[in-house]
């Protein structure tokens, strides 16, 4: 199957998330309590995700008129060969079992390489199957490896048609959603790897501390205009406040933009200046918001210092793929990818602490 690069990162994503269902239910079950099943914060396993485009690379290779068509090429060779026609159903059969065995060593050779790569470099182990019997190493077992051979198959002859017919039936709004939702992945990935990679390091520990007073002195300047400290009093997601989404922004963004050896400092800048405006979005302010807002705060941001080409991007550029012109600079993407992250992170956690703070004080009122 010959697919686009979005239809890609749709596969990629909505198998990610459907994995981390899949996961989350049978562990929270197995272990009587709510589990996150994977290394990211968010709700999904990339190693899903991975999965299924290797299985959508590889399906039309094992399909039955190539696995019939080797055969008889082979057996041509062979006396009498006309009469293997009546064999057909057998072959065919046989070619089930061996597609089955070919899914088989795949899943189990991604697993394996899955949980000795997040051993071996981030000292985490997700899962272990150390008291199944035919074990390797608790990093695959045969009773999972069987599991994902079923899996495989209901992704071929169910899910994958139905995921491809339900993105053609809606394809923007499939694609707008898929764009979001990798990009948050990405970034979750990124903050996770470096905080793991900084962990019982003392050495990388005193190069974070050097890097958050390098950021502070980039932003200081700026935290100082009153367009930018005044952002501290309108509410922006949920119970956060502008200016602390602004912070986070450009925080994550500058670590990120460090990483790449990327411009940190006009990153970060610009990474703060994303959201300047000064409005209630959900109560007043321009019809469109999510559209029209990057030009209003670009138009303010440039009261509060000289912007060069790439800040300007990195700010009219940051809510793609909502608006259909992407960033131009690879900072812009960063800032862009991060806006996301940060912006669900918000909701998530808001949500959370206000059903945790409120369900307990139900069940209290109710025993009053």
């Known amino acids: 199957m010959h697919l686009k690069l979005i239809e890609i990162i749709y596969i990629f994503t909505l198998f990610s998330v459907a994995g981390?269902?899949?996961?989350?239910?049978?562990?929270?079950?197995?272990?009587?309590?709510?589990?996150n099943p994977g290394l990211l914060a968010g709700p999904y396993l990339p190693i899903y995700g991975f999965g299924a485009l290797l299985l959508t690379v590889v399906r039309p290779h094992l399909s039955e008129h190539h696995f019939l068509f080797v055969t008889f090429a082979i057996l041509s060779y062979f006396p009498a060969y006309q009469e293997l026609n009546l064999l057909q159903p057998l072959l065919l059969a046989c070619h089930i079992v061996a597609k089955g065995i070919f899914y088989m060593i795949t899943a189990t050779l991604l697993e394996f390489?899955?949980?000795?790569?997040?051993?071996?470099?981030?000292?985490?182990?997700?899962?272990?199957?150390?008291?199944?019997?035919?074990?390797?190493?608790?990093?695959?077992?045969?009773?999972?490896?069987?599991?994902?051979?079923?899996?495989?198959?209901?992704?071929?002859y169910f899910l994958l048609p139905a995921a491809m017919k339900f993105y053609q039936s809606g394809a923007m709004?499939?694609?707008?959603?898929?764009?979001?939702?990798?990009?948050?992945?990405?970034?979750?990935?990124?903050?996770?790897?470096?905080?793991?990679?900084?962990?019982?390091?003392?050495?990388?520990?005193?190069?974070?501390?050097?890097?958050?007073?390098?950021?502070?002195?980039?932003?200081?300047?700026?935290?100082?205009?009153?367009?930018?400290?005044?952002?501290?009093n309108y509410r922006h997601h949920y119970l956060r406040t502008r200016l602390d989404h602004s912070l986070d922004v450009a925080w994550l963004s500058f670590q990120i933009a460090g990483k790449l050896h990327l411009d940190k400092k006009?990153?970060?800048?610009?990474?703060?200046?994303?959201?300047?405006?000064?409005?209630d979005w959900l109560r007043e302010g321009p019809r469109w918001h999510g559209f029209r807002h990057p030009r209003i705060a670009l138009e303010n941001a440039r009261k509060v210092i000289p912007l060069t080409k790439k800040e300007e991007n990195i700010i009219i550029r940051h809510m793609w793929p909502l608006t259909p012109i992407p960033p131009f600079y690879p900072e812009a993407w960063v800032v862009s990818m991060v806006d996301k992250y940060c912006g669900t992170k918000d909701y998530v956690l808001g949500?959370?602490?206000?059903?945790?703070?409120?369900?307990?004080?139900r069940i209290v009122s109710f025993f009053r």
Request: glycine share 2%.
């Open 173 to 232: 709004h499939a694609t707008v959603i898929s764009l979001a939702l990798f990009e948050i992945m990405t970034v979750d990935f990124l903050i996770r790897a470096a905080r793991l990679a900084t962990v019982g390091r003392p050495k990388r520990q005193n190069e974070a501390m050097d890097r958050e007073r390098e950021f502070l002195a980039i932003i200081e300047p700026l935290m100082q205009h009153r367009l930018v400290s005044s952002l501290e």
């Open 20 to 35: 981390w269902m899949i996961e989350f239910v049978y562990r929270s079950v197995s272990e009587r309590r709510f589990v």
């Open 266 to 279: 006009l990153t970060a800048r610009g990474a703060l200046l994303h959201d300047l405006f000064h409005y």
């Open 351 to 361: 949500v959370a602490a206000t059903l945790k703070k409120a369900i307990p004080d």
């Open 113 to 156: 390489a899955s949980g000795w790569s997040l051993e071996r470099f981030f000292k985490v182990r997700l899962w272990s199957y150390e008291d199944q019997n035919w074990s390797i190493r608790g990093y695959i077992c045969l009773k999972f490896s069987l599991f994902w051979v079923f899996l495989a198959f209901t992704l071929e």
